[in-house]
């Protein structure tokens, strides 16, 4: 991991069968913090790439800023760890100490990555709606599901809870 001060911060954002890449403005709020903020339902950003997941190189328009709607997302991909972690997931007593590795299916996609659980890990607390919109998982490879070989990957992604299909989980 490498740490960085940057004002405009690389991310990806999945929606339906669209990838948005662009930059965030990271001096004052994480994507983390953005993303999981309840007041409001949209992210402004800037820069933004926008290319059909199944062709990630053809690029079908440009914008200097776009809006996206927080409910539509499918989740977002980061570089850097620390840019998809909310302030107190970075700085208070959040982080457990396991890191349990999870699959998810989404929309277009299957994820293999790494949660963080403090203490024991039950899923149905993690996916109820008292826990926020949305989770974090961390060291992750999103794999289309139509065409194995197109893959992402990330130090971490927000996923939206509300668009997973099925989660596998070790054996506990």
């Known amino acids: 991991m490498q740490n960085r001060n940057q004002a405009r911060t690389p991310a990806e954002f999945f929606s339906q069968s669209y990838r948005l890449s662009c930059t965030f403005d990271a001096r004052h709020h994480s994507l983390g913090d953005l993303l999981y903020a309840t007041t409001s339902d949209y992210l402004m950003l800037d820069n933004a790439y926008i290319s059909p997941i199944d062709h990630?190189?053809?690029?079908?328009?440009?914008?200097?800023?776009?809006?996206?709607?927080?409910?539509?997302l499918t989740f977002a991909l980061t570089t850097y760890k620390d840019d998809a972690l909310r302030h107190d997931q970075k700085y208070g007593g959040y982080l457990g100490t396991q890191l349990t590795t999870v699959f998810i299916t989404l929309p277009h996609f299957e994820i293999t990555g790494e949660l963080r659980i403090p203490g024991r890990f039950d899923p149905r607390i993690l996916l109820s709606s008292q826990t926020g919109m949305f989770i974090t998982l961390l060291n992750v490879t999103?794999?289309?599901?139509?065409?194995?070989?197109?893959?992402?990957?990330?130090?971490?992604?927000i996923i939206?809870?509300?668009?997973?299909?099925?989660?596998?989980?070790?054996?506990?």
Do not use: C, W
């Open 142 to 157: 999103a794999r289309l599901t139509s065409n194995q070989e197109i893959t992402y990957h990330g130090e971490a992604a």
């Open 160 to 172: 939206n809870k509300n668009q997973i299909s099925f989660m596998g989980l070790p054996d506990r």
């Open 56 to 72: 990630p190189s053809h690029i079908s328009a440009d914008y200097p800023r776009v809006v996206i709607i927080k409910g539509s």
